[in-house]
């Protein structure tokens, strides 16, 4: 491969490093071609670009980039997918799914501005509760006062209206 072909893929995997905020190295070599196909159909549903790269190329958009990378360079041996995604446990999940057949292995992962490496993370990474699901536990959790104060209230409108209900048939 010419240096200019090399120079152009290691942009173009630093460009698409920017673009998403997760990312996930896998090793998918032991799919067939079968289960990998069911993968990337997988992924291109769940909004998850999957791309095989080559380890010394990553390294170096990896070494492109802003910040200190350095974490999940001893991942990278053998054969490397990358998964692209903008929330932060979606690969998980596919990689959760496929477990159970054994591969695709999780080498290492970026997510939430954090490194896990190793296989044994992914159930913690499946776990990770993306933006959207934070937002509606805080949500919830400023709600539930509320509403228990409604309920209180409500309660005790209906005590109240039991007993002059009582105190009113006696009367009579």
């Given at each position: 491969?010419?240096?200019?072909?090399?120079?152009?893929?290691?942009?173009?995997?630093?460009?698409?490093?920017?673009?998403?905020?997760?990312?996930?190295?896998?090793?998918?070599?032991?799919?067939?071609?079968?289960?990998?196909?069911?993968?990337?159909?997988?992924?291109?549903?769940?909004?998850?670009?999957?791309?095989?790269?080559?380890?010394?190329?990553?390294?170096?958009?990896?070494?492109?980039?802003?910040?200190?990378?350095?974490?999940?360079?001893?991942?990278?041996?053998?054969?490397?997918?990358?998964?692209?995604?903008?929330?932060?446990?979606?690969?998980?999940?596919?990689?959760?799914?496929?477990?159970?057949q054994g591969i695709p292995a999780l080498k290492a992962a970026y997510v939430e501005?954090?490194?896990?490496?190793?296989?044994?993370?992914?159930?913690?990474?499946?776990?990770?509760?993306?933006?959207?699901?934070?937002?509606?536990?805080?949500?919830?959790?400023?709600?539930?006062?509320?509403?228990?104060?409604?309920?209180?209230?409500?309660?005790?409108?209906?005590?109240?209206?039991?007993?002059?209900?009582?105190?009113?048939?006696?009367?009579?």
């Open positions: 491969m010419k240096k200019e072909d090399k120079t152009a893929i290691i942009e173009q995997i630093a460009t698409t490093l920017k673009e998403y905020n997760h990312f996930y190295l896998t090793d998918t070599s032991s799919l067939n071609a079968d289960k990998t196909s069911k993968l990337r159909s997988l992924c291109f549903k769940n909004e998850i670009k999957l791309v095989v790269v080559k380890n010394t190329l990553l390294k170096k958009a990896l070494e492109s980039l802003d910040g200190d990378f350095s974490p999940l360079y001893g991942s990278m041996k053998g054969s490397t997918t990358l998964m692209f995604c903008n929330t932060g446990n979606g690969p998980a999940k596919i990689l959760e799914t496929y477990k159970k501005e954090s490194f896990y490496v190793g296989a044994d993370q992914l159930d913690a990474l499946v776990h990770i509760k993306n933006k959207n699901e934070l937002i509606a536990d805080v949500i919830a959790l400023l709600q539930s006062p509320a509403k228990n104060v409604i309920s209180a209230l409500q309660s005790g409108a209906n005590t109240l209206h039991g007993v002059l209900k009582t105190l009113s048939e006696r009367e009579q």
